[in-house]
């Protein structure tokens, strides 16, 4: 008897010892026997980029005391990479940051580059960052580049914030769901919300208050399915210990609502940027429509999204505030402390997001008088005034760090999704260093990019987010070095990195793009432009061009020597296509001034000439695939659910980053150097255009301008709504 216990016993304990031997193995292979739960969303991003080797890394979290900035070490120790970090979003930079340095890692919107050593080298680094917050994402990158995006796109984006330390980003979908809800309760009808909404590649600027209805309805489908994209967006951002911004109620009110409550206080607005969009309402602060509306949007929203700490709301974005001369500063600050007292009435603790932009785009309004009253009345810890336009703008210093409230430093550096291939890097390190040594910094808690479109310019990011964490002591060739190894792969040749450095001294010591907004006309380039005879006034484009060209021969000798999927293919193309952009906006100023001078063998030499260079360009966008016209028009197809939606959504693809709309000056603010918009959109506009021209000059007629633009102006319209 006592031997059958023993055996029974036996048995037991050997199978306790195989179950306990099959659980730690699993542990191993998912890497969690060296990490625990609190550390589980940096351990699946680094698997997400590195795969099973993400076993080999051991991270713990150990929370920061005394308000003590993010931090983070790392050290290999017997083939493990230890990493202790204050939270996941420091751990996951921190990861990021070894695997780049060795030359194994590479995470970028182009794609990934990943090959990892068998052994990890011997390593070890200690990093910490001064700016408590580290902001990304523009309220308009919401139009320009993500309409489309589905849950695969998004954790791909989160990854990349995660990976370069980014924990305040701004988090704007799903919100037109939350707004159906509210106005709903207020009575309107779904006809009145259907001529309401703005179509979905517009809805940033509804959101801003800036139009109303463009490109509409919007189908009931997009609620839903943003709602359900949101909530997985909020989940993983605040699984890696980010905090996103979400949005607030700033004081702008359907036309349907204003007519139904006509007994409340409220502003019909002028049409915004230069006319032609319908008007928009906003709702005095002093109405007790304000407060009421906007606790109930927060109260809506945190049913929906759970709770924030973050609320993004912006009244007067690039619109002049209603107010009268008389009692102007006290009617501001009415303003700002309506907006305060809602959100922490309806989310105690949380803190007032506000873009800084209105502050550097009407200068003349927002004196220091104006700015000064109107965040008086808010609590200095209450509020945060993203200031995130220094490469254009010197905010900042001109309103005194924001009178002791929470404010954050940045960059915009793209505009509309429009891509030139420019950026400055010693700017972006001298302004860092110089503001982390100012003694009026004032109350500066973050630091970042803020861009209104994304994948282009890759190395602008990767640079501005690494400069968060070194304060820029690190020289910029030994960042470069770095960063080319981890790229391209290997260790660099002494060539490629000479004509990277040739980069930065022609095209990357650029901080704003003049071009894209030259004679009140937008586009990257005069290419880019709806045609004009005035483009021979035009001044040049800015950079270095004999360098760029320089740079470019060393670059194509170079990416003879890699395979056809690396990404110094992928740089070539961007310098091939921007160095040719330029040629050609040369080469149209004289094709133009040819005509102009009854030069028609000179002039029919040049149109040949810049003809082909746009469908060379064209060409070898293909080399760009994610950088496409078709790309583009296909994403917003695929997401409609029928033939209907679908059509709507591709015209608002297609209008966006052309026509844009209403009477000013928008078109082509958004234009792409893309495969597909040389060949089908710019260069038959200006082919229209020059061969008008040619044969005024030919015919011995006067040439009218004005009526071959308005005959541009409807081609337009008719490729934006071809199918």
């Not at 910490?128 to 309409?147: H, I, S, V």
């Not at 008007?279 to 929906?304: A, M, Q």
């Not at 030994?478 to 981890?486: E, I, P, R, S």
């Not at 078709?630 to 659910?641: M, P, R, T």
Request: charged share 25%; net charge neutral.
């Amino acid at each position: 008897m006592k031997r059958e216990n023993f055996s029974i016993k036996r048995k037991s304990s050997l199978k306790n010892v195989i179950s306990i031997f099959i659980l730690l193995f699993f542990c191993v292979v998912k890497g969690y026997s060296q990490n625990n739960e609190n550390t589980r969303s940096a351990f699946e991003v680094i698997e997400r980029l590195v795969g099973n080797r993400a076993a080999d890394f051991q991270l713990s979290l150990v929370k920061s005391k005394n308000n003590q900035a993010d931090w983070f070490e790392i050290k290999t120790t017997n083939n493990v990479v230890k990493i202790k970090g204050s939270n996941n979003t420091a751990i996951c930079y921190a990861a990021y940051n070894f695997l780049r340095d060795i030359g194994a890692a590479l995470a970028s919107w182009e794609g990934n580059r990943v090959a990892l050593p068998k052994v990890w080298p011997k390593y070890s680094k200690k990093g910490n960052t001064p700016f408590e917050y580290r902001e990304y994402l523009n309220a308009c990158t919401f139009g320009y580049t993500t309409p489309w995006w589905d849950w695969k796109r998004w954790e791909q984006e989160i990854d990349w914030m995660a990976l370069h330390g980014i924990n305040l980003p701004t988090a704007m979908e799903g919100q037109e769901a939350v707004w159906q809800e509210l106005w709903k309760e207020y009575g309107l009808t779904n006809s009145q919300l259907e001529a309401h909404f703005a179509g979905p590649a517009f809805l940033p600027w509804q959101r801003m208050g800036n139009i109303n209805s463009l490109e509409g309805p919007l189908p009931q489908e997009w609620f839903s399915k943003k709602e359900e994209l949101q909530k997985k967006i909020l989940d993983r951002m605040r699984a890696l210990d980010m905090h996103p911004v979400v949005p607030a109620f700033s004081g702008y009110v359907p036309k349907a609502f204003a007519e139904k409550h006509p007994e409340a206080k409220i502003t019909e607005l002028k049409s915004w940027s230069g006319g032609g969009f319908a008007s928009t309402f906003l709702l005095d602060s002093k109405d007790p429509l304000f407060k009421k509306i906007g606790k109930r949007f927060i109260e809506i929203y945190t049913k929906t999204y759970g709770k924030s700490d973050f609320y993004l709301a912006d009244s007067f974005n690039e619109i002049e505030p209603p107010v009268s001369e008389h009692n102007k500063y006290e009617e501001l600050s009415n303003y700002g402390s309506a907006v305060y007292e809602t959100i922490n009435e309806a989310a105690p603790g949380a803190v007032w997001v506000m873009q800084g932009w209105l502050f550097g785009d009407n200068k003349e309004f927002w004196t220091k008088e104006a700015t000064k009253a109107f965040l008086s009345k808010v609590p200095n810890e209450k509020v945060m005034v993203q200031d995130y336009a220094n490469d254009r703008y010197k905010v900042w210093e001109n309103q005194e760090a924001f009178y002791g409230k929470q404010w954050t430093y940045g960059y915009v550096h793209n505009y509309g999704g429009s891509n030139p291939v420019y950026g400055d890097l010693n700017f972006y390190k001298e302004e860092l260093t110089s503001l982390l040594k100012n003694p009026h910094k004032g109350n500066i808690v973050g630091y970042g990019a803020m861009p209104e479109g994304l994948n282009n310019n890759s190395i602008v990011y990767e640079y501005i987010y690494d400069l968060a964490w070194s304060k820029g002591q690190q020289p910029i060739n030994d960042w470069l070095t770095k960063y080319l190894n981890a790229r391209y792969g290997g260790t660099v040749s002494e060539s490629v990195f000479q004509a990277w450095k040739l980069l930065l001294e022609s095209v990357y010591n650029v901080k704003y793009w003049e071009t894209r907004w030259w004679n009140d006309r937008a586009g990257a380039y005069l290419l880019f432009k709806r045609p004009t005879a005035t483009i021979t006034e035009f001044k040049g484009n800015p950079g270095d061009k004999k360098k760029l060209k320089e740079a470019l021969d060393l670059l194509s000798k170079e990416a003879k020597k890699y395979d056809q999927k690396d990404f110094i293919q992928y740089d070539l193309i961007d310098v091939s296509r921007h160095y040719y952009s330029l040629c050609i906006d040369e080469d149209l100023m004289e094709c133009v001034k040819a005509y102009q001078q009854k030069n028609i063998e000179k002039g029919d030499q040049l149109f040949k000439k810049i003809e082909k260079q746009a469908l060379d360009i064209d060409k070898i966008m293909a080399g760009q695939p994610l950088n496409g016209l078709d790309q583009w028009v296909k994403s917003a197809s695929d997401y409609g659910s029928s033939p209907e939606v679908s059509s709507l959504y591709i015209k608002n693809a297609k209008t966006l980053i052309t026509l844009w709309g209403g009477e000013g000056h928008l078109n082509d603010y958004a234009s792409r150097s893309w495969k597909g918009m040389y060949k089908g959109f710019y260069w038959p506009r200006w082919k229209m255009f020059l061969e008008a021209l040619r044969k005024a000059s030919v015919d011995n007629t006067p040439f009218d301008e004005n009526k071959e633009r308005e005959s541009i102006k409807n081609w337009e319209i008719n490729w934006t709504e071809s199918k």
